[in-house]
């Protein structure tokens, strides 16, 4: 009788396609957006993450499209994000299917944007997405993270577990947090990052960032404390599926679903 | 052959349940509406809904849907999924305080950020992700869900577990009711049309489903 840890494979999204790469960079295709959400559907994926990295405005109708066709055939939820400015964003996309908008960049540049979004559509489908690279020369026992925006390009100079505090007091519902240092790395999230959150915030969070093997996600429910595993690599290019995922985390004592 | 009536009074994602009924009720037509002669022409009405509960209940006033919903939920099969499991209740502590449907009792609650789970750590909230129900009745909607079936849940209130018609229940820091029935109406605080082939079957067990109108 408890609630399910989540395991939610991350879809990059760039011109339609289904990308990933190292740090943000070297970006590789792993193909077509709706045959890979139809394969992680029937694998047990607990959700699915859709962030368009291009997020130029020219192409953001392009991705509503896309969240159509999946949630058309997809039964689980939904979220995406990339390039979600306004509320007008925020309805467009809830409107052709998805169940929850993560917003990043302007959740920075425009704060209110959160406040708006969660009284209109509410908390539980506005995700505030940080990304968050440690400070150079903090050290683990003083650990400091900087918040990042435009897919990791700009430090905005802002301290992570001060931002996390104010997305949540202002709506965000849920969070999602990349370690910029871990991110295509595989090596594993980083833990201090997750449990800092943790301590300080009341929402769940959805931990990202680093995975390369099966004892990473287990590490980031049990140490880290998170609500759910986000991961791209390790199940867009077969290493494991989400079935494998899930026992090994039965195994580690981990609630998961196994159905269907 | 009959016709599903979705009811669309603007907010969330109104798309998923209408592919998802689509899916299961392949001889139906499924017509997403805010026009009360639809609910009147329809076999079964769905009330979805994600958002706060003023603003749901705003909207259903300014389309004056709520006498037209007063009147034949009791009549047809009539579905209410998450925010509309809150609206067909008496009222909810959200918003500072909202009065709703009232066609069954009971009162929406916060979740406390007081409660903790199993493993003594605070809840979080909202209350996201895969959680099991334990149906408290036996129900046509029940046929072929297990008890402890996983449901996809996303909500910040919800019915405690002395509710009128409680029809399942859930744990998350303390027991809620996740389904209430009353006579042709069933409200459930899960999200079906995100529940996988769980919720498929669900949503197929409901429009297959013919009670008997309440007798007014």
Redesign the interface.
């Known amino acids: 009788m408890t609630l399910a840890k989540r395991i939610i494979p991350c879809l990059d999204v760039d011109g339609g396609r289904v990308v990933k790469g190292v740090r943000f960079q070297n970006l590789v295709d792993a193909g077509d957006p709706v045959e890979v959400a139809r394969a992680y559907d029937d694998k047990g994926a607990d959700e699915l993450v859709f962030l368009d990295i291009t997020a130029s405005s020219d192409n953001r109708e392009s991705v509503a499209d896309l969240i159509q066709a999946v949630a058309s055939e997809v039964f689980i939820p939904l979220t995406v994000g990339g390039g979600v400015r306004s509320g007008a964003d925020v309805r467009r996309l809830l409107h052709a299917g998805a169940d929850k908008i993560a917003v990043n960049t302007a959740a920075l540049t425009s704060p209110d944007l959160i406040n708006e979004a969660s009284y209109l559509f509410g908390s539980q489908c506005i995700v505030v997405a940080i990304d968050a690279r440690r400070v150079p020369g903090s050290t683990d026992d003083a650990p400091k993270w900087e918040v990042y925006t435009h897919g990791g390009r700009k430090n905005t100079g802002r301290d992570v577990e001060d931002w996390a505090r104010e997305a949540v007091a202002r709506g965000a519902g849920e969070l999602l947090v990349t370690s910029m240092d871990r991110d295509g790395t595989k090596s594993g999230f980083d833990l201090r990052l997750l449990q800092n959150l943790h301590q300080h915030v009341a929402v769940p969070v959805i931990a990202s960032g680093g995975v390369g093997s099966l004892e990473h996600l287990a590490e980031g429910i049990i140490e880290g404390h998170a609500d759910a595993v986000l991961a791209a690599s390790i199940f867009h290019f077969g290493t494991f599926t989400i079935r494998e995922a899930k026992e090994y985390l039965v195994n580690r004592g981990v609630p998961v679903r196994l159905e269907p | 052959m009959g016709s599903i009536a979705v009811i669309d009074y603007g907010?969330?994602?109104?798309?998923?349940i209408v592919?998802?009924l689509e899916?299961v009720a392949v001889n139906d037509s499924i017509v997403l509406t805010s026009d009360a002669d639809d609910l009147e022409r329809a076999s079964h009405i769905v009330l979805p809904g994600?958002?706060?509960i003023r603003?749901c209940m705003a909207e259903l006033k300014r389309l004056d849907l709520v006498k037209p919903i007063r009147e034949l939920a009791p009549r047809k099969p009539f579905l209410g999924i998450c925010?509309g499991l809150q609206a067909v209740l008496g009222f909810s502590d959200e918003n500072d305080g909202v009065e709703a449907l009232n066609l069954i009792k009971g009162r929406v609650r916060l979740f406390d950020?007081a409660l903790q789970?199993?493993a003594g750590?605070?809840i979080?909230?909202?209350?996201?992700?895969?959680?099991?129900i334990?149906p408290t009745i036996s129900h046509p909607l029940w046929n072929g869900i297990n008890p402890?079936?996983?449901f996809?849940f996303?909500?910040?209130y919800y019915a405690p577990d002395n509710v009128e018609g409680r029809a399942a229940s859930?744990?998350?820091g303390l027991d809620f009711s996740s389904a209430l029935t009353k006579g042709t109406i069933f409200a459930v605080q899960f999200?079906p049309?995100?529940?996988?082939?769980?919720?498929?079957k669900f949503l197929s067990n409901f429009v297959h489903w013919n009670p008997v109108p309440q007798s007014s």
Not at chain 2, 124 to 131: E, K, L, Q, S
């Open positions: 907010m969330g994602n109104l798309f998923s592919k998802a899916h994600v958002g706060a603003e925010l950020q789970d199993e750590e605070p979080r909230i909202p209350h996201i992700g895969w959680n099991q334990y402890g079936a996983y996809y996303v909500h910040s859930t744990v998350y999200h049309e995100k529940s996988h082939t769980t919720g498929l």
